[in-house]
């Protein structure tokens, strides 16, 4: 339960309603107090086994039912004040100020005096219309420019400085408790972040065209995260401030008004977005370089190496890390008795993040009839296709359209041929031995690297075949690059087609107005993605993973009537 108490005072020192500087400023204060409270009951052992639901309840419990009962309870109390100024219609300029006390960085061990649980974080921001102060060609209508600056922070989860226990099994009759696997720094602080951004617009010919261009920088520093720890001090991590995350990216919105009159009429819009995080810095703890943000994006894929979201010190965030390919210097698989051969050590398939996204909405209108289309998509970025490894290395599909690998899973089958004796019983004849030649290369009895020549059976007992060792590593499935693709993809995700009744034939059936229209969704995808739609991602533990995807629901193609009266 949250609950909020605001209040706001407002002041205006120019009052008339002509001045050269208008001033506005408001004042005020917000009070806001988080509260959960929740019973849980665990029955972990049954002592009576069955499939009625009559046994799966508290009472048929072997070793007693789990209690655990968790009671939470944060405020921040905040303080903020904003003075606007207009600078007689031509500039404009907001400056604002907030601070936030919040309880859940009150160390208890050292008390609220000595405690930092205030933040502070100031805001700028200006426009500036420079049509109006200088003088333009008439066929800019419009010209501004405007920048900003912010500052923003938070606190830590609640009890973040405390140990709570959570029961388990009792022994016996004795009851068993356990502390939490996290310990909290003792110096734990907030985190901030600070944003900087650009902007002009331009409106031209009568507002037939429109051009909105914005850049933004955003540094991201002191994150609260979990890092592990030794585990000879009792604990598996520590909640703690680090690392630095900066991201800078590029909008661009143009709109054009191609058409314009009593006939046709047509309207384009095209968006342009890039943006690229950055991994500034880690945490002076992680000697590696790299910090897993997931470390086994699929847990149940146990006996490997796992696969990982890593953010990694100076490359873009969310790397893709798992076991690669073995590969010479021309980047050919490596193969030994006919397998592709895998790296010792976990390797990167890049980041999930695109290169940039693009949209382009078209709207066509003539007397009654309207049509309009989006068209919207990335380019760049990767993704992990973990529907894909296990279809191939299942034979469920054919795998013809795999850009990692030219082999179909229909390659190589082994082929008897049947014929009956005179008692009608069945002989079956081997005509096709069936097996596959990986493309790569081995080394032959010199050490040499020559083309490979091997064939192996394409899938095979005991996860032995081709396609096993290729995707999956056997069953460990911890190769990163073998079913990691790019993730660039258009798609027509809208389609309109609608008509609106004339005004007089609808008021002849009662209506005001009456309007039609055949709606579609996800019409059309263009995409070298294999097996999956690419726009997708993974959820662990309640964590949206970015970059993998795991035998995803297949997105929908919907087409709909919609039908507007007004009366």
Do not use: C
Request: net charge negative.
């Amino acid at each position: 339960m949250e609950s909020n108490t605001e209040v706001l005072f407002q002041f205006n020192p120019t009052p008339k309603t002509a001045n050269f500087i208008d001033i506005d400023i408001k004042a005020g204060a917000n009070f806001m107090q988080q509260k959960a409270n929740f019973l849980v009951a665990n029955n972990p052992e049954l002592q009576i086994f069955g499939t009625s639901p009559s046994v799966y309840t508290l009472s048929n419990a072997r070793s007693g039912v789990l209690i655990e009962s968790q009671k939470t309870n944060s405020k921040i109390y905040s303080g903020f004040a904003l003075a606007s100024f207009d600078f007689n219609n031509l500039v404009y300029i907001d400056l604002s100020y907030r601070n936030d006390w919040t309880s859940t960085l009150v160390n208890p061990l050292i008390g609220k005096d000595n405690s930092d649980y205030s933040i502070g974080y100031p805001s700028a921001a200006t426009s500036v219309l420079l049509s109006d102060i200088f003088n333009m060609p008439e066929s800019i209508d419009l010209l501004k420019f405007r920048a900003s600056y912010a500052e923003v922070g938070s606190g830590a989860p609640a009890y973040s400085f405390g140990n709570s226990y959570t029961p388990q099994a009792p022994y016996g009759n004795s009851p068993v408790f356990t502390t939490t696997n996290n310990i909290s720094d003792p110096n734990l602080k907030n985190e901030r972040t600070t944003a900087t951004e650009l902007g002009i617009d331009l409106r031209l010919f009568k507002n037939r065209a429109k051009f909105d261009i914005t850049y933004y920088s955003m540094r991201s520093f002191d994150q609260i995260i979990s890092l592990p720890v030794a585990k000879t001090s009792g604990y598996d991590f520590t909640l703690t401030n680090g690392g630095e995350i900066t991201n800078k990216g590029l909008e661009v919105a143009l709109d054009f008004e191609i058409l314009r009159g009593e006939g046709l009429q047509w309207r384009s819009r095209v968006n342009y977005g890039k943006n690229r995080a950055v991994v500034a810095k880690l945490p002076d703890v992680i000697k590696s370089g790299r910090y897993a943000i997931v470390a086994d994006v699929f847990p149940g894929d146990e006996g490997g190496s796992d696969l990982e979201l890593v953010a990694e010190e100076g490359a873009l965030l969310g790397q893709l890390y798992g076991l690669g390919f073995q590969r010479d210097p021309q980047g050919n698989i490596i193969h030994e008795n006919g397998l592709p051969l895998h790296t010792q050590e976990k390797v990167s398939a890049g980041s999930y993040q695109p290169d940039f996204r693009l949209g382009w909405f078209n709207s066509f209108n003539y007397k009654n009839i309207n049509l309009s289309f989006l068209f919207d998509g990335q380019v760049g970025g990767q993704i992990y296709s973990r529907s894909h490894a296990l279809y191939a290395t299942a034979g469920t599909i054919v795998n013809d359209d795999d850009p990692n690998l030219d082999l179909k899973t229909t390659d190589g089958r082994t082929i008897y041929g049947v014929s009956y004796d005179a008692s009608g019983a069945p002989v079956y004849a081997l005509e096709q031995q069936g097996g596959v030649v990986g493309p790569g290369v081995m080394y032959d009895g010199s050490g040499n690297l020559v083309p490979n020549t091997v064939e192996v059976p394409a899938g095979g007992a005991g996860y032995t075949g081709y396609f096993y060792n290729y995707y999956g590593n056997g069953f460990n499935r911890d190769n990163i690059e073998a079913a990691t693709y790019d993730a660039t993809y258009f798609k027509l995700r809208t389609l309109s087609l609608g008509f609106a009744m004339p005004k007089k034939l609808a008021k002849s059936w009662g209506f005001q107005s009456a309007n039609i229209s055949i709606i579609g969704n996800n019409l059309l995808l263009f995409s070298k993605v294999p097996s999956i739609d690419p726009e997708t991602y993974s959820i662990r533990n309640g964590i949206f993973v970015n970059g993998f995807e795991s035998t995803a629901i297949p997105s929908q193609r919907s087409i709909g009537l919609n039908l507007n009266l007004k009366f």
